[in-house]
């Protein structure tokens, strides 16, 4: 789409702590220049679909997110954490029960490591090694590779066997040590 240039005269009023942001902004350059090329962006950027928004909605951002929104990358990661995203990477939501916190506590003092950064590498930990595609959380079960399962055919002495074979065949082993 072809751009038309258009010549708006424009007075603005603006507060004396308003001016002097936007003359540190400009960095030297003169400021009705500077203000010039924002508000030229500025509408570019609204005609393309973009938007601004008022300090009600970026104190509303900083509130939720605890954080200080200063440029449009701030919403966009607030937004992504708002959906389970951060920087690209999906969040999981962890809910540990309270009962484990002091153990867990314990170990990430005496690895040096925050506790969120415990979890994180633990989890890595478990995605490299794929230790998380071989648990069944919901039965606490653990599942076998195809040879892993002809191993142990093969140490119990049957085609096919039900977990009480194994169980009996570790508790002989057991006996025996």
């Not at 230790?131 to 049957?158: H, N």
């Amino acid at each position: 789409m072809a751009r038309q240039d258009i010549s708006v005269p424009l007075t603005v009023y603006l507060r004396k702590e308003t001016v002097a942001k936007y003359e540190e902004a400009a960095k030297g350059a003169p400021l009705a220049e500077y203000l010039s090329n924002r508000t030229k962006l500025t509408l570019e950027n609204i005609a393309d679909g973009g938007m601004v928004l008022s300090l009600d909605q970026v104190e509303a951002i900083e509130k939720a997110t605890g954080k200080p929104v200063r440029n449009g990358k701030d919403v966009v990661a607030a937004a992504q954490r708002g959906v389970d995203i951060d920087e690209g990477q999906n969040v999981i939501k962890w809910k540990i029960d309270p009962a484990f916190m002091d153990a867990i506590k314990i170990r990430a003092q005496e690895c040096g490591r925050p506790v969120n950064d415990l979890f994180t590498d633990m989890c890595d930990i478990a995605l490299e090694n794929q230790w998380i595609f071989g648990v069944d959380p919901v039965g606490f079960r653990r599942t076998f590779t195809p040879a892993q399962i002809e191993r142990i055919s093969d140490l119990i002495g049957k085609d096919t066997f039900e977990v009480d074979d194994l169980i009996d065949a570790l508790s002989r082993v057991m006996q025996e040590a």
